[in-house]
């Protein structure tokens, strides 16, 4: 196990399994001993489970170590999202593991686990980031145990007395993962004895050339805001093996690291050479988005807004996206109030209304935001003040030539102060 820096929390999700309780008990009897609590996730997919972490609770108590007990309704999400159990339950595992307060968590995955993976990967066509297998360490999830073979690891567990539970799912080979480590690892072993290893020595070669390319990736002009990015399409119009990376890095920084899958990369990067308007859909309700000069990612909100109509006023009015506030403190749009008419009012732009933008030139309002090459998505949300069907302001983009201001007229300021 690596060298552990004792100034820092550890969370370890210990399961009950004979890997789990080894780095538990590891863990617990290091002198001096770090900072540590245990997670224990009851998936509710076994009648057993429930007493899985009960042992758990049991053998934390007996080392003093403290032990939170979580649940994840794996069977309910699984069928709710349309996936499997196995992805379900590895889903909600890591969104209560995300949560914990510590500045790492500790992951039992050895190196037979290794191999397994990098196995799986090849099988589903993955690319150099799944061919690499498990890494020694991802954002805050470190494997302290991925060094061992699932050998050393059972006989630590018997020269210690570490007791552990048997999980009879996994001798189920319905699951992918159990009928490739039952029947064809072993025989991968049959034609070489060192299968695994070998396995394993391709994947750390692997690693090597992908961090090289994954360097040439530059994301640096990539702008990230509120859980959004927004990528210049000319990152993803490079030679695929630099775009994938570009597309990679960006949903990593978003906080997904699981289920991005070639189909995704590359519908994005045909995305990149579209015109503006489509889009694709992602795991964990991200979206991509071609928003014309560059591609928008981000989690999309499928509420419907409410719709709303105010008299216009100086002051602070509140829409369903903010505050809308009018005033003369200099911040925001600068516009004429006294040319402002005695009907208008504040609401969301809507088909059949008209602009006619500043310096001149009336046009359908959809058509001017086009040309402005406002994204469709936004478009229904925009802010306007408006007299009828006649635009004044569309806040946050333009004032109407009627409200220029000179240095006769009464000038105030509009902004929208979103929530």
């Known amino acids: 196990m690596n060298q552990l820096d004792l100034t820092k929390k550890y969370a370890l999700a210990v399961s009950g399994g004979v890997d789990s309780m080894v780095m538990l008990h590891k863990f617990a009897t290091l002198l001096p001993r770090p900072d540590f609590f245990v997670v224990t996730v009851n998936h509710h997919i076994r009648e057993e489970a429930q007493s899985d972490c009960d042992f758990v609770a049991n053998y934390c108590r007996?080392?003093?170590?403290?032990c939170i007990v979580l649940h994840a309704s794996v069977p309910a999400f699984a069928k709710e999202k349309g996936i499997s159990e196995e992805t379900a339950a590895r889903q909600l595992r890591y969104q209560l593991l995300d949560g914990l307060q510590c500045d790492y968590v500790c992951l039992a995955h050895h190196n037979d686990d290794n191999a397994e993976t990098i196995v799986m990967h090849l099988l589903r066509g993955a690319g150099a980031r799944g061919a690499r297998g498990i890494s020694r360490q991802n954002g805050r999830y470190i494997r302290p145990l991925l060094d061992l073979s699932r050998a050393q690891i059972e006989q630590y567990a018997k020269d210690n007395s570490?007791?552990?539970?048997?999980d009879q799912t996994n001798n189920q080979d319905k699951y992918a993962r159990n009928y490739l480590r039952h029947n064809v690892m072993p025989l991968l072993s049959n034609v070489h004895a060192n299968a695994q290893q070998n396995i394993v020595k391709f994947a750390n070669r692997i690693a090597m050339d992908d961090d090289y390319l994954d360097s040439l990736a530059d994301i640096s002009t990539v702008q990230f805001q509120d859980n959004c990015a927004q990528v210049?399409?000319?990152l993803l119009t490079q030679h695929p093996s630099i775009a994938y990376r570009?597309?990679?890095?960006?949903?990593?920084?978003l906080g997904i690291f699981y289920d991005i899958e070639?189909?995704?990369?590359?519908a994005i990067v045909e995305l990149a050479q579209?015109?503006?308007?489509?889009?694709v859909v992602l795991p964990f309700d991200l979206v991509a988005v071609n928003d014309y000069n560059r591609i928008t990612f981000f989690v999309e909100d499928n509420a419907v807004l409410q719709d709303f109509c105010l008299p216009f006023c100086v002051g602070s009015m509140t829409t369903p996206v903010g505050t809308l506030v009018v005033?003369?403190?200099?911040?925001?749009?600068?516009?004429?109030?006294?040319?402002?008419?005695?009907?208008?009012?504040?609401?969301?732009?809507?088909?059949?209304?008209m602009f006619t933008k500043f310096g001149g030139g009336t046009k359908p309002l959809n058509r001017y935001l086009i040309d402005k090459k406002i994204p469709q998505r936004l478009r229904d949300k925009l802010v306007v003040v408006a007299s009828g069907n006649n635009v004044l302001i569309i806040v946050g983009v333009e004032i109407s030539n009627s409200l220029?201001?000179?240095?006769?007229?009464n000038a105030y300021y509009i902004s929208l102060h979103k929530e």
């Open 62 to 66: 007996l080392l003093g170590v403290d």
């Open 162 to 166: 570490v007791p552990f539970v048997v």
């Open 232 to 234: 210049p399409v000319q």
């Open 246 to 253: 570009v597309i990679g890095k960006v949903v990593r920084q």
């Open 262 to 266: 070639e189909t995704h990369l590359k």
């Open 274 to 279: 579209n015109v503006g308007g489509k889009k």
């Open 327 to 353: 005033d003369n403190n200099q911040q925001g749009q600068l516009f004429n109030l006294d040319a402002i008419p005695a009907d208008a009012v504040v609401r969301f732009a809507k088909q059949g209304d």
């Open 404 to 409: 220029k201001v000179t240095d006769t007229t």
